[in-house]
C-alpha cells in the first residue's frame, strides 16, 4: 500500500481541505466585518433614514441647560419610547439665562421622573455638569486650551466608549453653549472617532450660517474647537414651538404625572424667540424633521472677545452639515402620538 492509497493519508488530505475551507470562511467573515467597519458617514453610512448621516437608530446624550423654556427635554423621552432615538444621558449645564444649576437640574429629574411614571422606559438619570466658557490659549493651539474636565465631558468619554459602533456614532444633541462637547476632546482627542454633534445653533446667513444666538455666543472658541475637531451638524431651522400644545389643546392632554408637567409648564415657555432647541432632538430622533441642508465648512478666526462662533461657509464638500429647513407639523405629530400612548 503506497502513502497515496492508505487510509490515513486520504483522512489526512481530508483533514487538510476541511481546514483550508474553514479558513477561507473565516477571512471571508473578517473581510465582510471590516468592510463595515471601514464605512465613513457619506460613504456606505448604512443608508441614513434622511437628509442627514444620523438618524433615529443612533443612541443620544442630551446636554441643555433650563427644563422649562422650550420641549427638548419632553421630545428626547417621548421620542425614546415611539420610535426614534435611545435616550443614553442627560447632561445639564448652566448658562446666563439659566445660572441656577440646581434649578436647571431638578427641572430634568422632575420631568424624567414624571416620564417614568407615566409608563416611559430606558430612561436615564440626569447629570449636572459645571465647567466655565473655554480661554482660547496664548498659542491660538486648540490642543493648548487647557480643559475643564467637567462631569458632562467625562460622562460624553464614557458613554461613547460603551455605545458607539463605527457604523452607528453616539450622537451629542445640544440646546445650549458647546463647552461640555469640547472639554470632552481635550480630555480624550480620539472621543471625535465615536461621536457626531446635533446642535441647535445660530442662524441661516446668506453664505451658509452664523455660530451666534441662540447658543453659540455662550463659549466661542468652544464652537471653533468643536467644528474643528467633530463631525457637526448645526440646526439653525425653527418653528414655533407653541404650537406643539397651544392652550386650547391642554385639556387632551394625558390623565397622567406627565401630562401634568406639560400643563404647568405650557404657559411658561419662553416666546420672545422662535427658536426651540428641541430642534436638534428632532434633527436626529425624527428623519423627515430636517427637509433642508447644505455642507459647510467653517471660516474665519475667534479670538478671546468674541462674542460668536465662527462662520460656516456654504461648501459642497465641506465636512459640515447645515439645516436650514425643517417640518415643524410632522415634529408636533409624532409629539403627540407618543405622548397619547403614555398611561
Not at 415657555?269 to 459647510?296: C, M, Y
Not at 465641506?318 to 410632522?330: E, N
Amino acid at each position: 500500500m503506497t502513502l497515496e492509497t492508505h487510509p490515513k493519508s486520504r483522512l489526512g488530505r481530508g483533514s487538510t481541505l476541511r481546514a483550508s475551507a474553514a479558513r477561507l470562511c473565516l477571512a471571508l467573515v473578517f473581510a465582510f466585518v471590516a468592510a463595515a467597519c471601514n464605512q465613513t458617514l457619506d460613504a456606505g453610512y448604512d443608508h441614513p433614514h434622511g437628509l442627514l448621516p444620523v438618524d433615529e437608530r443612533n443612541p443620544i446624550i442630551l446636554l441643555n441647560d433650563g427644563a422649562y423654556d422650550n420641549w427638548a427635554g419632553e421630545y428626547a423621552v417621548l421620542l425614546a419610547n415611539g420610535g426614534g432615538s435611545p435616550l443614553a444621558g442627560i447632561i445639564v449645564n448652566e448658562n446666563s439665562d439659566w445660572p441656577n444649576i440646581q434649578t436647571n437640574v431638578g427641572g430634568y429629574r422632575d420631568l424624567i421622573a414624571a416620564a417614568r411614571s407615566s409608563g416611559l422606559q430606558n430612561l436615564p438619570d440626569p447629570i449636572a455638569s459645571i465647567g466655565a466658557p473655554l480661554v482660547v490659549p496664548a498659542s491660538g493651539t486648540i490642543d493648548d486650551t487647557q480643559p475643564n474636565r467637567s462631569e458632562g465631558a467625562l460622562l460624553i468619554v464614557e458613554t461613547s466608549q460603551q455605545l458607539a459602533r463605527p457604523y452607528r456614532p453616539l450622537v451629542v444633541v445640544t440646546g445650549g453653549a458647546l463647552t461640555d462637547v469640547a472639554d470632552a476632546y481635550l480630555v480624550d482627542p480620539t472621543v471625535t472617532a465615536r461621536v457626531v454633534i446635533v446642535s441647535s445653533l445660530g442662524s441661516v446667513t446668506s453664505g451658509g450660517g452664523g455660530m451666534g444666538a441662540p447658543n453659540g455666543s455662550g463659549d466661542p472658541w468652544a464652537d471653533v474647537i468643536v467644528t474643528s475637531r467633530f463631525r457637526y451638524v448645526q440646526v439653525s431651522a425653527w418653528y414655533d414651538q407653541s404650537t406643539d400644545v397651544p392652550a386650547s389643546s391642554v385639556s387632551e392632554l394625558p390623565n397622567n404625572a406627565l401630562g401634568a408637567w406639560i400643563a404647568a409648564k405650557q404657559p411658561n415657555l419662553w416666546q420672545w424667540w422662535p427658536a426651540s432647541d428641541q430642534v436638534s432632538v428632532l434633527a436626529v430622533g425624527l428623519p423627515t424633521f430636517a427637509n433642508a441642508i447644505e455642507r459647510v465648512s467653517a471660516v474665519g478666526a475667534v479670538d478671546g472677545g468674541a462674542t460668536a462662533g465662527p462662520d460656516l461657509a456654504s461648501d459642497q464638500g465641506g465636512p459640515g452639515w447645515l439645516v436650514t429647513g425643517c417640518d415643524g407639523t410632522a415634529a408636533t405629530n409624532a409629539f403627540w402620538t407618543a405622548l397619547r400612548s403614555t398611561h
